[in-house]
């Protein structure tokens, strides 16, 4: 599939390389797309097909590691390593009742501290890694998450011209960011069984933060879209998907940033499908934040809601709260 004027497609490279004209138009079509669903998919981001695959080859040997392996490194939402089956509702967030997600989980985030014992606990918390069982994970995930930081700083000053800001209007603010990778396995229909009544891989929910970056396999049981019938969507839809692709969509921080001009991307993850009872898949989730403690407020004249300000961490940690099952 392609994109749609809804989802667009976008290449990258003229923002990067082209004339003053073709920027502007690059920005013009972002701010049109962020203002419908809240989605985009962008090419010319440079980080190429083989990276990403190694990337999803190393875990998959993690996860298909014995249980009583895996569990060795079993954390809690918002820790890093594995997050196992059940652990997590993301339809929690926005109030929506479902039954945990089908889903595991390698996570690992931002790990620099900055010298606060406060936010270092948790915001910036040392990464695990499985090195007797996975010794090839470590490097391939930091190399990725590295190349993940880059592209998202790049689109946030793409972001702020769309907005019509200075380009440091965002990457202000992710001077020492918090940000996490999610490796979600989602497994086959012959291993999880009949999903229950309102189950899904993940369910529906916005992000949280400023910007996510998502490299993901297309299925059965994939990923679809809210695009609001109002605006001539028909509520969930398939989204579209690129091979050479990085999907990306803003969240809740941005959303509040822009005064609502821009749509946090509500979507969800299909339950495996019958018809495709084998069918495996593995998304990388780059969820790309900002400072710790943020202020957070609406750009001057940028969209209608009038936000209060709010302290980026405070509202993360509430949202990570929500989704955690149990």
Not at 73 to 88: D, F, H, I, N, T
Not at 121 to 127: K, L, S
Not at 194 to 208: L, V, Y
Not at 211 to 233: F, I
């Amino acid at each position: 599939m392609t994109g749609s004027p809804r989802i667009p497609v976008i290449d990258l490279e003229p923002w990067r390389s082209g004339s003053p004209e073709q920027r502007a138009e690059v920005a013009r079509r972002v701010d049109a797309a962020l203002g419908q669903a809240g989605f985009l998919l962008v090419t010319g981001h440079g980080v190429s097909r083989e990276e990403r695959a190694a990337v999803r080859a190393a875990a998959r040997a993690f996860f298909e590691l014995p249980p009583e392996v895996k569990r060795r490194y079993a954390v809690s939402v918002g820790g890093r390593g594995w997050l196992g089956p059940g652990a997590e509702a993301n339809g929690y967030s926005e109030g929506t009742a479902t039954p945990p997600d089908l889903k595991e989980s390698w996570t690992i985030g931002a790990d620099r501290p900055i010298g606060d014992p406060e936010i270092d606990a948790f915001w910036f918390q040392p990464n695990v890694w499985p090195t007797a069982e996975v010794p090839a994970l470590r490097a391939i995930v930091e190399r990725y998450t590295a190349r993940m930081r880059e592209v998202a700083d790049g689109l946030l000053e793409l972001l702020a011209a769309a907005l019509g800001q200075r380009p440091g209007f965002f990457t202000d603010h992710t001077r020492h960011p918090t940000h996490t990778l999610n490796i979600n396995r989602y497994p086959a229909l012959g291993q999880v069984g009949e999903p229950q009544p309102g189950q899904f891989r993940i369910g529906p929910h916005t992000d949280f933060g400023t910007v996510t970056l998502l490299d993901r396999e297309q299925g059965r049981g994939g990923l679809q879209v809210y695009v609001d019938p109002a605006d001539g969507g028909a509520g969930w839809e398939d989204a579209p998907y690129d091979p050479e692709a990085l999907t990306v969509n803003i969240g809740d921080l941005m959303a509040r940033w822009t005064g609502d001009r821009w749509r946090s991307g509500r979507h969800r993850v299909l339950p495996p499908a019958a018809e495709a009872p084998d069918e495996e898949l593995i998304s990388l989730v780059y969820f790309y934040e900002c400072d710790p403690h943020t202020r957070v407020v609406p750009a001057p004249g940028a969209g209608p809601v009038a936000y209060e300000p709010v302290d980026s961490s405070a509202y993360l940690r509430a949202k990570l709260d929500a989704i955690t099952v149990g």
